[in-house]
């Protein structure tokens, strides 16, 4: 069975960027591979969290994981910082990559822009997510497009030390949507849908409210030719649109055009809300009934206790042989 490794970082409600983008691919692996999913809360304090919050997100994160359909039998769920082999790898991989490599990082960049100085671990980001992967022996990497690039970094990495060392990780696949691989922000089409951005309005949290959505949606950009069209050099934000719609109903980009010949983007902006809201609702329904359990806790312990047993086996073979411990 093929092995499957993602997460997401606790730092605020998910939103349908990472919903479309990676989470609906994670339900969809667990039917067939071996799947690991992961918060990723080590690598929410790469900017500076409010620990009482980054707790709070990192149980909402894991409620949502279950209230999207993850089924804890079928996959294991756990905190990141609870497995300490995440960072032992970490580093072990830091002293095989090139600071060369990391500047050329897409992400640290925009992140790190107009700053005099950034946290080192902004830098070294994408290696702790390369541990995360390779300690899984990990062949299928769902995330989002904009992940492509780190993950082409982790394959680098495991290539580099298989050369070096002998056969020690498995090289991962990117895994992508073919609609919702990248959803843009709903207030400028030209920059990813993302949970930091300062306009709320300019993202769709799953965890949004039924009037928040709506007004988020008719707020949206769109321009000034009133065709519903999908043409993302020409019309961006419609475009946006058109590919939330086709990724939440089913419907092929070509079916919503011809839905929508003659119809104002007001009609079909309403159509949006009611469709977004009708695949949300009963996620949030099954986020209230799970939050508050003990049923929570114990999956996540038990997750804990699975991902450290695969990882201590992955970390041992490494310090075998890069010759560490006794
Ligand atoms: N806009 C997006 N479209 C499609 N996929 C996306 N992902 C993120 N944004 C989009 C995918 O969601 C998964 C989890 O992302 P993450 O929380 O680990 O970090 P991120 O990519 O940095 O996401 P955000 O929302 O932009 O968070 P902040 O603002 O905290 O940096 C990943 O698979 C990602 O590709």
Redesign the pocket.
Known sequence: MKRVF????P??N??I??Y????KQFVELQEEMDCVYCI?DL??IT?PQDPKELRKNSLDVAALYLAIGLDAKKSIIFLQSCVPAHAELAWILMCNTYTGELSRMT?FKD?SREKESAPAGLFTYPVLMAADILLYDTDVV??????KQHLELTRDIAIRINNKYGKTFVVPEYRGMKV?????ALDDPNA??????ENIHSRISLLDTPEKIKKSIMKSTTDSDGIIGFDIDQKPGVSNLISIYSAFSGSSIKDIENKYVGSGYGTFKNDLVEIINSAIGPIQQRFNDIRHSQELLTILKDGQERAAFRAEVTLSRVKERFGLGL
Do not use: Y
Not at 6 to 9: C, E, T
Not at 180 to 184: S, T
């Open positions: 993602s997460g997401v970082q730092t605020g998910i939103h960027g990472n479309l983008g990676a989470l990723v690598h929410s900017v992400q992140k769902p995330v989002g497009n904009d992940q919702g691989a990248r959803v843009m990813k849908m993302s949970k930091s951005a």
